[in-house]
């Protein structure tokens, strides 16, 4: 399980417990991959890892958004036996109780399991008006330029099979911020890869402060037609 974290403080510790409780600790492991947080996110993280055999830290020396962080993550990850490799966000909006789901769905036969609001079971609770519409106004959008069926394009509690991992071109992916999302689905999808969506609700976040921004949307909104462009010319 790669979780990626900025200024996460208060959630780290609580959230990595969290994982504790709902992962077979004897075999799965958890990996936080922190950017240099200012707020001592890291040194949490190390002091947790001296006490959980389970738990490692990667530091990377600065913030260079979701999509980096998480490469990096999965590298780790490959260079291990695991069969799944799994995200979720570090901020409690992704619910730890619903990682056995998505595992399940992968030992099901699916190549991803995506955790989705915009399917029939899922949604989103103390989220505003503006944020949902970004969110669905961006899911709907993308899916509408990519020509795919997937629900919740820009979601990021995902449980990958190592193979989709090692197929698609993981190093050309552009997107630094959350377009790295829709990328990495987008590109699983066009290897030929099953991806199922799995119904949650996601939380806006209790404690910390939230990392997305305009340049991100805007990235994230360039990144689609590239995409696309890329895809009708076989280049991806
Ligand atoms: N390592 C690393 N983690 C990051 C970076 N940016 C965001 N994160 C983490 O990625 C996860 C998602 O970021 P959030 O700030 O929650 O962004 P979000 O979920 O889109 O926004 P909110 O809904 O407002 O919470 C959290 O665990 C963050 O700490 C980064 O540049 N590097
Ligand atoms: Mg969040």
């Known amino acids: 399980m790669c979780v990626p974290t900025y200024d996460e403080r208060e959630n780290v510790e609580p959230l990595v417990r969290a994982l504790g409780e709902v992962l077979d600790v004897s075999r799965d492991r958890v990996l936080v991959i ?3 947080s200012p707020d001592g996110t890291g040194e949490i993280a ?4 001296e006490e959980l055999p389970w738990l490692d830290v990667l530091h990377r020396a600065r913030k260079e958004g979701i999509g980096r962080a998480y490469l990096a993550g999965f590298d780790r990850a490959l260079e291990t036996d695991a069969q799944l490799v799994l995200e979720m966000d570090c901020d409690f909006s992704h619910d730890p109780a619903d990682v056995p789901r998505l595992i ?3 030992e099901d036969g699916a190549d991803v399991a995506l955790g989705s609001r915009w399917v029939d079971g899922g949604g989103t609770e103390n989220w505003g008006f503006g944020r949902r519409l970004i969110s669905r106004g961006g899911s709907l959008y993308a899916r509408l330029v990519l020509g795919v069926s997937v629900r919740d394009l820009t979601g990021g509690f995902k449980c990958f099979r ?3 991992l090692e197929t698609i071109d993981r190093d050309a ?3 630094r911020g959350y377009g790295f999302q829709i990328e990495g689905t987008y590109r699983a999808l066009r290897a030929g890869f099953r991806v199922v969506e799995v119904p949650i609700t996601f939380v806006d976040r209790r404690v910390g402060e939230s990392k997305m921004s305009g340049a991100i949307v805007l990235e994230a909104m360039r990144q689609v037609p590239v995409l ?3 895809a009708l010319r076989g280049r991806l």
């Open 173 to 175: 992916i552009a997107a």
């Open 162 to 164: 190592r193979t989709v």
């Open 104 to 106: 399940a769905v992968c």
């Open 46 to 49: 190390d002091r947790l890892a």
């Open 228 to 230: 696309r462009w890329k």
């Open 34 to 36: 922190d950017d240099g």
